[in-house]
T-cell receptor, first 112, second 113 residues
């Protein structure tokens, strides 16, 4: 089944404790992206990747890191999480950047 | 750069009534437009998209949208809604030559019996 998977789905952590949210797609898509969803703000892009080893900042990259060592994986790293990073995070992928994006199920993060 | 405005944060409607969810965009270049739907506790899925060609676009679940270049709008419509259409709807735009999809803030459609 073609899909985007994210892990974990739910995470509670404390300020400053490094964490990684994994994202994987099995559709051989070139483009991958991370978004955060907050009430009243819609989805805002954190980082995106046009292809392997090619990443770029989105609209809200502060406090996040990403890497794209393989085509299928695009992990999101929070080196020192803070409470303002409490949010719902979505990974998405598409064949090309201007085509339909397929979203993962989301990761709900709470930073205490 | 591009931007998207969804003026209605919430639209209540009765079952079997028609509905229109408004979306306006701003861009200095040609655009591709999308509507995504998010059902409760789920990720987003594509409803429909406009890339080029006919300005009236039909999507899944009986939804359609019309691209109006002069009014820079891409409103979503359904002639008769069901309870199961209760969800949040996002309009999104990407300009040709740009690499980032920009989302609106979403419209929550509440369908009651």
């Amino acid at each position: 089944e073609a899909q985007v998977t994210q892990n974990p789905r739910y995470l509670i952590t404390v300020t400053g404790k490094k964490l990684t949210v994994t994202c994987s797609q099995n559709m051989n898509h070139e483009y991958m992206s991370w978004y955060r969803q907050d009430p009243g703000l819609g989805l805002r892009q954190i980082y995106y990747s046009m292809n392997v080893e090619v990443t770029d900042k989105g609209d809200v990259p502060e406090g996040y890191k990403v890497s794209r060592k393989e085509k299928r994986n695009f992990p999101l790293i929070l080196e020192s999480p803070s409470p303002n990073q409490t949010s719902l995070y979505f990974c998405a992928s598409s064949l090309k950047h201007q085509e339909t994006q397929y979203f993962g199920p989301g990761t709900r993060l709470l930073v205490l | 750069a591009q931007s998207v405005t969804q003026l209605d944060s919430q639209v209540p409607v009765f079952e079997e009534a028609p509905v229109e969810l408004r979306c306006n965009y701003s861009s200095s270049v040609s655009v591709y437009l999308f509507w995504y739907v998010q059902y409760p506790n789920q990720g987003l899925q594509l409803l429909l998209k406009y890339l080029s060609g006919s300005t009236l676009v039909k999507g899944i679940n009986g939804f359609e949208a019309e691209f109006n270049k002069s009014q820079t709008s891409f409103h979503l419509r359904k002639p008769s809604v069901h309870i199961s259409d209760t969800a949040e709807y996002f309009c999104a735009v990407i300009g040709t030559g740009f690499q980032k999809l920009v989302f609106g803030t979403g419209t929550r459609l509440l369908v009651s019996p």
